[in-house]
Nanobody, 126 residues
Framework: QVQLMESGGGVVQAGGSLRLSCAAAGSIFSINAMYWYRQAPGKQRELVGSISSGGSAVYSSALYVDSVKGRFTISRPNAGNTLYLQMNSLKPEDTAVYYC???????????????WGQGTQVTVSS
């Protein structure tokens, strides 16, 4: 079983910054990829971006181009079990519950399974 613990959400004024953290723990043999999603009130959950086992961050083309380009940075230092989302120049439309997710194997021969975090609320006031 993989557990994800998210932290770093809160209330911030427009133009401010927040850094979200997501720590993976438990039975982890290997991690294929880690993700950040967000879900605004009344909207579907959407992918913010992901980072692979190789350490390269890939941002959702839909979000990256239109709304988070140059403002959000995903990182996973040393390809470890902690994922970060640095959010700068926050806007009210960034208000959402932010979720991390991980695709991981518990054993060498086990299937890759996705685990979701509990979500952390980010509220940006105007």
């Amino acid at each position: 079983q993989v557990q994800l613990m998210e932290s770093g959400g809160g209330v911030v004024q427009a133009g401010g910054s927040l850094r979200l953290s997501c720590a993976a723990a438990g039975s982890i043999f290997s991690i294929n990829a880690m993700y950040w999603y967000r879900q605004a009130p009344g909207k579907q959950r959407e992918l913010v971006g992901s980072i692979s086992s190789g350490g390269s961050a890939v941002y959702s083309s839909a979000l990256y181009v239109d709304s988070v380009k140059g403002r959000f940075t995903i990182s996973r230092p040393n390809a470890g079990n902690t994922l970060y989302l640095q959010m700068n120049s926050l806007k009210p439309e960034d208000t959402a519950v932010y979720y991390c997710a991980v695709d991981a194997r518990a054993t060498r021969v086990g299937a890759v399974e996705r685990t979701w975090g509990q979500g952390t609320q980010v509220t940006v006031s105007s």
